[in-house]
């Protein structure tokens, strides 16, 4: 679960990390009283969206020369201005895609005198099984790019989980962002406190892009991008209360009531598949035979009927799918349960897509009579590899 930026700097500044005053509005009328509030004479004005790249970004309503998702403001008119110009229109970032999301907050944060703009995020290391920082001394920039261009500016500090952030840890982040004085004695009680709250709040992300060192020598946590674990948010629910159901796709909403693991995807070929691994590998071979996958969908290993047939509804709610794929391997789940939900499925909202189906596994023999007993108009494959012909040759004509 991802979370808006003055949502994630106020969790962080409840650790007792540096991060700037800010005021979050969601109507225009409340920006000069929230401009007012704050020192000044600087402010910045951010678009609140679940993307990246907000400030080279574009706003659609406003054209190819609009101004960005994060504006610098001198004066409290100035941040009037750019508020009206910014809510509710459409923003499009190199992680929205050409869709954009729309804007229905900002954050109104006062300015900081920056020096150095460094990068820092936390993630788990699944090389070395821990929790680790990567750091750069290249922040603000995508740090796609950094390692793409020069790892070499790239540094990644795993942490002991049960020693914590060590003072050796400490001395190796400050060395690698060029950390002295101050800066450093500042690095010595943040490293530790982000790591708290990431282990604590059971975070699978948090990346501060940038960290600055100001003009005084002090650091401050200039931007926040914080993503949780969604398997332990039955621990938090503060954290459940962050959520904006506003930025998420409203099929993803829906799986999520039924427990499934459903990301919605730019193709057109919906997929039902049991199993993380096997789902991948069921996009991978519609790839390689020249399609696009519509979704990432695993039922999981104990779904029932009416998780199945739920599935199925949210596949076939989606607009882009020209064509459905049924991939199962029947362990813990059997084939007879998958199509029996498959045909409650296609009986109650129709099927106006080609279907192929392809079972293997427990009851697969029960599976497939099932299917075949249907009456439905379904496609039956053998194997993974015949599954992805056929549903690539019936959408393409």
């Given at each position: 679960?991802?979370?808006?930026?003055?949502?994630?700097?106020?969790?962080?500044?409840?650790?007792?990390?540096?991060?700037?005053?800010?005021?979050?509005?969601?109507?225009?009328?409340?920006?000069?009283?929230?401009?007012?509030?704050?020192?000044?004479?600087?402010?910045?004005?951010?678009?609140?969206?679940?993307?990246?790249?907000?400030?080279?970004?574009?706003?659609?309503?406003?054209?190819?020369?609009?101004?960005?998702?994060?504006?610098?403001?001198?004066?409290?008119?100035?941040?009037?201005?750019?508020?009206?110009?910014?809510?509710?229109?459409?923003?499009?970032?190199?992680?929205?895609?050409?869709?954009?999301?729309?804007?229905?907050?900002?954050?109104?944060?006062?300015?900081?005198?920056?020096?150095?703009?460094?990068?820092?995020?936390?993630?788990?290391?699944?090389?070395?099984?821990?929790?680790?920082?990567?750091?750069?001394?290249?922040?603000?920039m995508d740090i796609?790019?950094?390692?793409?261009?020069?790892?070499?500016?790239?540094?990644?500090?795993?942490?002991?989980?049960?020693?914590?952030?060590?003072?050796?840890?400490?001395?190796?982040?400050?060395?690698?962002?060029?950390?002295?004085?101050?800066?450093?004695?500042?690095?010595?009680?943040?490293?530790?406190?982000?790591?708290?709250?990431?282990?604590?709040?059971?975070?699978?992300?948090?990346?501060?892009?940038?960290?600055?060192?100001?003009?005084?020598?002090?650091?401050?946590?200039?931007?926040?991008?914080?993503?949780?674990?969604?398997?332990?948010?039955?621990?938090?629910?503060?954290?459940?209360?962050?959520?904006?159901?506003?930025?998420?796709?409203?099929?993803?909403?829906?799986?999520?009531?039924?427990?499934?693991?459903?990301?919605?995807?730019?193709?057109?070929?919906?997929?039902?598949?049991?199993?993380?691994?096997?789902?991948?590998?069921?996009?991978?071979?519609?790839?390689?035979?020249?399609?696009?996958?519509?979704?990432?969908?695993?039922?999981?290993?104990?779904?029932?009927?009416?998780?199945?047939?739920?599935?199925?509804?949210?596949?076939?709610?989606?607009?882009?799918?020209?064509?459905?794929?049924?991939?199962?391997?029947?362990?813990?789940?059997?084939?007879?349960?998958?199509a029996e939900g498959?045909?409650?499925?296609?009986?109650?909202?129709?099927?106006?897509?080609?279907?192929?189906?392809?079972?293997?596994?427990?009851?697969?023999?029960?599976?497939?009579?099932i299917i075949d007993?249907?009456?439905?108009?379904?496609?039956?494959?053998?194997?993974?590899?015949?599954?992805?012909?056929?549903?690539?040759?019936?959408?393409?004509?």
């Open positions: 679960m991802n979370i808006h930026e003055y949502q994630a700097k106020q969790l962080l500044k409840g650790f007792g990390a540096p991060v700037a005053d800010g005021v979050a509005i969601m109507d225009a009328a409340e920006a000069e009283k929230a401009a007012k509030s704050l020192p000044g004479p600087l402010y910045v004005v951010k678009s609140q969206i679940h993307a990246g790249g907000r400030g080279k970004g574009k706003f659609k309503e406003l054209g190819p020369d609009s101004k960005g998702g994060v504006r610098l403001a001198k004066s409290v008119e100035e941040v009037v201005a750019n508020a009206r110009e910014m809510l509710g229109n459409t923003l499009e970032t190199k992680q929205t895609g050409p869709a954009g999301k729309q804007v229905n907050r900002l954050y109104i944060e006062d300015g900081a005198d920056i020096a150095r703009e460094l990068y820092l995020s936390i993630l788990v290391d699944r090389t070395v099984g821990r929790v680790a920082f990567v750091v750069s001394t290249e922040g603000g796609e790019a950094v390692a793409e261009e020069t790892p070499e500016k790239i540094v990644t500090v795993a942490i002991d989980p049960e020693a914590g952030v060590t003072a050796a840890d400490v001395a190796t982040l400050n060395k690698a962002l060029k950390l002295d004085g101050d800066a450093a004695k500042d690095g010595a009680g943040l490293f530790p406190l982000l790591y708290k709250a990431f282990v604590e709040k059971d975070m699978s992300l948090l990346e501060v892009n940038p960290l600055i060192v100001m003009e005084n020598g002090r650091l401050r946590v200039l931007d926040a991008k914080v993503s949780f674990d969604n398997n332990a948010l039955f621990r938090h629910p503060d954290v459940m209360e962050l959520r904006d159901t506003t930025e998420e796709d409203e099929k993803e909403i829906e799986a999520s009531k039924h427990d499934l693991a459903y990301i919605a995807l730019d193709g057109d070929i919906g997929c039902m598949v049991n199993g993380a691994g096997l789902a991948m590998a069921t996009m991978d071979i519609i790839k390689l035979y020249g399609a696009s996958p519509a979704n990432f969908l695993d039922v999981g290993g104990g779904a029932s009927k009416e998780k199945v047939t739920a599935a199925f509804k949210i596949i076939t709610a989606d607009p882009a799918v020209k064509g459905i794929l049924v991939n199962i391997f029947g362990g813990i789940m059997k084939c007879d349960v998958i498959v045909v409650a499925a296609v009986k109650e909202v129709g099927l106006k897509v080609p279907l192929v189906v392809r079972l293997e596994g427990t009851n697969v023999e029960k599976g497939k009579k007993e249907s009456g439905l108009n379904v496609i039956s494959a053998d194997d993974l590899d015949d599954a992805a012909q056929k549903i690539v040759k019936a959408v393409k004509g």
